[in-house]
């Protein structure tokens, strides 16, 4: 296992030690400094490494096994174990490939449907009055072989012409937007809520009937402020999360 450097943390910051030294750590999985099986380094080892007690170390690694990260095997140690978990990162904005990428997880997409469809009102109200066709697409996206997100993704026409030539259970959406049809993807706003699933979602999602699970409105901009895609996912709460960083502005 590869040696970690020194590591200091913010001391004056609103944001808890034990949460700095667990993100610091998750980055260190997340670029393999600490793989899949490694041992962690000791508590007595963490803490001269962080500058920091006894409590904040545990507090970091107990977070950690409950997100997955890690595992504690009696009379070993605590080990770096292969997350069952999404936990999207809304600090950036990545494609589902590039996130489950970052998180040495194995994804895989499923196109159910593409069609074109007639701008309506609800378009209208996202998209402007410009767009008169849209294509509309339905995907299932897997982590680890587990149906884990249903999503259906509007992009207007007339901005990414004869999209039907691309088959996007092998390409992303995303890529395909920026490299073939030149878009600078710029940002996206985000609206979570939770509802109960569906007959048909649970049916996808192989969860139950009514179950809890995420619904995700995105509406993504290019660099020009115009909307060129909007998706709206159904995610099970059991497969994933999501954080984000908050600083404390004055």
């Known amino acids: 296992m590869a040696n970690s450097a020194q590591y200091e943390l913010e001391k004056n910051s609103p944001i808890p030690l034990y949460f700095q030294l667990k993100e610091d750590m998750i980055q260190k999985i997340s670029d393999k400094v600490y793989k899949v099986n490694d041992s962690l380094p000791s508590e007595t080892q963490l803490m001269t490494m962080y500058g920091v007690s006894r409590t904040t170390v545990r507090q970091a690694i107990d977070l950690l096994v409950s997100e997955g990260y890690l595992e504690k095997r009696r009379g070993v140690g605590t080990f770096v174990t292969k997350p069952n978990l999404n936990l999207w990162d809304l600090a950036e904005l990545r494609s589902f490939n590039e996130e489950a990428s970052r998180q040495n997880l194995v994804a895989r997409t499923e196109l159910l ?123 099970r709460g059991d497969l994933n999360r999501f954080k984000v960083r908050l600083r404390y502005k004055e």
């Open 113 to 235: 449907s593409m069609k074109r469809i007639k701008a309506n009102d609800a378009l209208k109200g996202i998209f402007g009055e410009g767009p008169s066709l849209y294509y509309k697409l339905e995907r299932l996206r897997f982590i680890e072989n587990e149906p884990s997100v249903l999503v259906t993704t509007y992009v207007p026409v007339d901005i990414a012409p004869d999209l039907e030539r691309f088959n996007f259970s092998e390409v992303s959406l995303f890529s395909t937007l920026r490299e073939y049809y030149g878009l600078k993807i710029s940002y996206a706003n985000k609206t979570f809520r939770a509802i109960n699933a569906s007959p048909e979602d649970a049916r996808m999602l192989k969860v139950e009937p009514d179950v809890a699970i995420q619904l995700v409105d995105t509406v993504t901009y290019d660099d020009k402020d115009r909307v060129i895609e909007y998706s709206l996912s159904r995610d």
